[in-house]
């Protein structure tokens, strides 16, 4: 590998997605010759990326049990042997370090505090850190840009607490999701909150960047509260959507969450 882009890394701590499967990044935290892997569903992008840019692999972080976050988990940390963080509750093969609501940990010269997002999972936790320039958050399959995951475990009332717990995070907060489902969660936002002018505008944003084969993600979370119907529960056009959705009267943000959220699983 050429000596510049060497010390393009070393200078700064860069965030790079890996592609794996459909739709899935697994992102890498770039810190000298050191990585973070999140989610490695698949060893062999992981394995690639290190090989080709020399660098060794110094930690695993894990949001949720699904095997398209965990697939390549084992294989990377036998391969690395290196600390697995992820959920508690003994039931993923290969985590070392079982992470609680509240908890931080330091890795390379990242500090990290863990949540607990459930919902999505039950086990489902997210992780964020304030040091770098920008907060970062890891929230797996909770948060997408423009949509929520959905609810294959949890309850709609879990999954509004746990974006909830997101949305207090500061507003430069960097969302790094776990998947490339932007322009499909817009398409159907924009269905539900068809005035909603800032998300208008994203989706043209949007589409310029799919159309390109770009990547739309990382997100904000300042950006996502202006586009992002599950963030936007109390928007009185998407409630009277969902209401007219399912011909009901609607008095409560969970229960538009929970209408919206199986629209969208049928959309
Ligand atoms: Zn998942
Ligand atoms: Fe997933």
Not at 8 to 20: C, K
């Amino acid at each position: 590998m050429p000596f510049s882009n060497d010390k393009i890394i070393q200078m700064i701590n860069s965030i790079i997605p890996l592609s794996a499967f459909t739709d899935n990044y697994i992102w890498v935290l770039v810190s000298g010759n050191s990585v973070i892997v999140v989610d490695p569903g698949d060893s062999k992008p992981v394995e690639k990326f290190l090989i080709e840019n020399n660098l060794s692999l110094s930690a695993i972080l894990i949001t949720h049990h699904h095997y398209d976050h965990t697939g390549g988990m084992l294989d990377l940390a036998v391969q690395h042997n290196c600390p697995v963080f992820g959920p508690r509750g003994n039931h993923i093969k290969g985590v070392t370090n079982e992470l609680s609501d509240g908890e931080r940990f330091d890795v390379l010269n990242l500090n990290f505090s863990v949540i607990e997002t459930p919902g999505h999972t039950l086990d489902h936790i997210s992780f964020y850190s304030d040091s770098m320039e920008n907060p970062i958050l890891f929230c797996g399959d909770t948060l997408f840009s423009g949509g929520c995951g959905r609810l294959f475990e949890g309850t709609a009332n879990q999954m509004y607490e746990s974006l909830n717990k997101i949305k207090r995070f500061p507003e430069d907060t960097l969302i790094y999701c776990a998947h490339e489902y932007t322009q499909s969660n817009l398409s159907f936002a924009l269905e539900i909150n068809p005035s909603n002018q800032n998300l208008i505008e994203h989706s043209k944003k949007v589409n310029d960047l799919r159309n390109r084969n770009e990547i739309t993600i990382p997100t904000s979370l300042g950006l996502e509260k202006t586009i992002n119907p599950f963030l936007r529960l109390e928007d009185s056009e998407i409630k009277e959507k969902a209401e007219l959705f399912n011909d009901i009267k609607i008095s409560s943000s969970i229960e538009t969450l929970a209408t919206i959220r199986s629209w969208k699983d049928s959309f």
